[in-house]
């Protein structure tokens, strides 16, 4: 089945905001040049966004920064998705003898990378991001690293928090999932339609359609009334 009209015209509206708002990403790519030159030891920066559970890269200082946030997504592990998932600061001070990471150690460790610090990026009690910095030295950062920097992840944290193209990106995630939820549902019920009657699978959408119409419900419902109801003998 087709994709609603409504979720159309979100896609379309989320991707004109996409094309227009551009002020997040080149904002948080300054935050993360500010920090890099913070003087803390760091040589790469990135911030990542949550959206949804998910953790994607959304501003760098240049591709190493990517590209090391690149392993942590494919191993599923790492500083920056601990950081997210713990609410913490995470600091890692030689990567190749730390127990946590076993996984995420090597390949960053040969993109060059020694030592990491992540912080997470919280609105109110929620995480947002992450701001994860990244040293070609062991033992790369100084103690108050971390403090230094907190008033530029914090500003990065706002910047994300109250970014109409963030909060566009969760309600479209929402409003996705709900309509596949639904639309799995509907073909759940075309299917059995389609085995009680022995019709076919388009004969089973317009008795669904026929099914809704007659009880002034819409496809979902009837979809649903479908699968409560028992098999008939």
Known sequence: MDLPAELTQDISDFRLLANTQLTLA???AAVAELIRRADVGCDWVSIALVVEGTVTTAASTGATAVEVDLVQYRQREGPCLNAVRDRTDVRVDVLGSDERFVHFAPGAIELGVESVVSIPLMAGDAVVGSTNLYSASPQGFEDQAVQKVRPLTDYAAELIAYSPLYAASLQLVDHVATVMAETDTINQS???LAGRTGRSTEEAQAELRRLADQGGLSLVEA???????????
Do not use: E
Not at 223 to 233: F, K, Q
């Open 26 to 28: 080149a904002k948080l």
């Open 223 to 233: 979809a649903r009334t479908i699968l409560g109801s028992p098999t008939p003998n």
């Open 190 to 192: 075309v299917n059995v």
